[in-house]
């Protein structure tokens, strides 16, 4: 092979190399949905009076689950927050999510219908509330210690004095 043949292969694998590296950040984008923790919003006490471990694992699992599902392949600008679930007697859930920044109206509905058609486990005596901190398209992990979603700082501002979060969800449940 003469060196013009060369010099060409060589300038077609950097022409490749240069294509791959350009659009390498497609392939390796931050995934749209990562659970970074569990935030017991209840002492434990508390929780394992209402609730098996395994069973609670099981349903966090599920959420998990069905937001990964809802986010896949949509763009969005990192975000960072909470996703805080209620379960009460009755088989019944409630959602509120917490994000910074604030997800698209639609885009929080749809999540919000998805998770609350999750079959809740069977809890007694009480609600269980926990959050999902969680990273949405690569967002670095909330600080804050406790979601605040915008419908439980309302009310505990109107009450003018602290709740526990127990009665606080059910303040806020939604109708």
Do not use: C
Request: no cysteine; proline share 8%; glycine share 6%.
């Amino acid at each position: 092979m003469n060196k013009l043949g060369t010099h060409m292969k060589l300038t077609m694998r950097l022409v490749v190399l240069l294509f791959a590296l350009a659009f390498a950040n497609i392939a390796f984008a931050k995934a749209p949905y990562e659970m970074k923790d569990i935030v017991l919003l209840q002492p434990e006490s508390v929780l394992q009076e209402r609730i098996s471990v395994d069973t609670l694992g099981a349903y966090i699992r599920s959420v998990n689950a069905s937001a990964a599902e809802v986010l896949a392949g949509r763009d969005y600008k990192p975000t960072r927050g909470f996703l805080v679930v209620a379960i009460r007697p009755g088989n019944q859930s409630a959602v509120w999510i917490d994000t910074d920044p604030v997800l698209p109206t639609d885009l929080s509905r749809e999540l919000v219908a998805r998770l609350r058609a999750i079959a809740p486990p069977t809890v007694g005596d009480g609600p269980v509330v926990f959050a999902v901190r969680v990273s949405l398209w690569g967002g670095a992990p909330s600080t804050k210690n406790t979601p605040s979603p915008e419908a439980w700082e309302r009310e505990a501002k109107a009450i003018g004095r602290p709740l526990e979060v127990g009665e606080l969800v059910e303040r806020v449940w939604p109708r």
